[in-house]
């Protein structure tokens, strides 16, 4: 395989296309039960709390802690060599859930446990139009 492949991207499926299309848009949404009021992530049909039926979609702030990271210095795959090292995190959203998010900027070059960080967007790509969220340091 060549060394320039592409990175693989997901395929939203009927769970996570609303996630994925406020990605596009530049807008983190998370699923919130409409019976207990937990925020959760990743999507999924049913509350992962209170087992209710269909969470609605809620537009997040976006805004967390960093609570663990990790710099990668070996790919998983030929397709992100060319970014190494870069940094994965494991960010604890504001509204509740923990997501994972390579951390850009500033906030890869020297990152700390409890570092606030604000969700950044890449262009969306590929056949779906993926925007993939990462993390940013957040400003003033």
Request: one cysteine or more; charged letters at 20%.
């Amino acid at each position: 395989m060549s060394e320039l492949q592409a990175r693989p991207l997901p395929v939203p499926n009927a769970d996570t296309a609303p996630f994925w299309d406020g990605c596009a848009r530049g807008e983190l949404v998370l699923q919130s039960c409409r019976q207990c009021g937990t925020a959760q992530f990743p999507p999924r049909s049913l509350c992962a709390r209170c087992h209710a039926p269909a969470p609605a979609w809620r537009r997040a702030s976006g805004r967390g802690r960093i609570a663990s990271f990790t710099r990668v210095h070996r790919p998983p795959s030929a397709a992100f060599k060319a970014g190494l090292p870069y940094v994965i995190a494991l960010v604890d959203l504001d509204e509740g859930p923990r997501i994972m998010l390579a951390l850009r900027g500033k906030a890869a070059e020297a990152p700390r446990i409890g570092d606030r960080v604000k969700v950044g967007f890449d262009p969306p790509a590929g056949p779906h139009g993926i925007a993939l969220p990462h993390a940013l340091t957040e400003g003033p």
